[in-house]
């Protein structure tokens, strides 16, 4: 299983940026995915965690409503839209395979992830 971040870059608050995720060794179809992001010196955040074939996401009161998640079966790629972006969204953002997708998707952890791509929003 691999995963393969990018998309990200310096952003000035209130902007966007698009986060793409690609995926191999399993299907999207059959697996949830999750999104989490690590600032520095911060311990790990969950952002979303979207269920297999993408029929339910659970997103972080922090992002929700400004984050959007979704994905494209053909490419096995899943992407993290993010808008109205503030400083406090600065971190690595890694795509990852949850233990288990709920609400608390970010307690059970996560059996593998990428190596990230950063993030950073400021003027």
């Known amino acids: 299983v691999q995963f393969v971040e990018s998309g990200g870059g310096l952003v000035q608050p209130g902007g966007s940026l698009r986060l793409s995720c690609e995926v191999s060794?399993?299907?999207?179809?059959?697996?949830?995915v999750a999104w989490f992001r690590q600032a520095l010196g911060e311990e790990r955040e969950g952002v979303l965690c979207m269920s297999l074939n993408g029929n339910t996401t659970y997103y972080a009161d922090s992002v929700k409503g400004r984050f959007t998640v979704s994905a494209d079966g053909a490419k096995n790629t899943v992407y993290l839209q993010m808008n109205h972006l503030k400083p406090e969204d600065t971190a690595v953002y890694y795509c990852?395979?949850?233990?288990?997708?709920?609400?608390?998707?970010?307690?059970?952890?996560?059996?593998?992830w990428g190596r990230g791509t950063q993030v950073t929003i400021s003027s």
């Open positions: 060794g399993f299907s999207l179809e059959g697996y949830p």
């Open positions: 990852a395979k949850p233990t288990l997708c709920g609400s608390l998707f970010h307690s059970w952890g996560y059996e593998t």
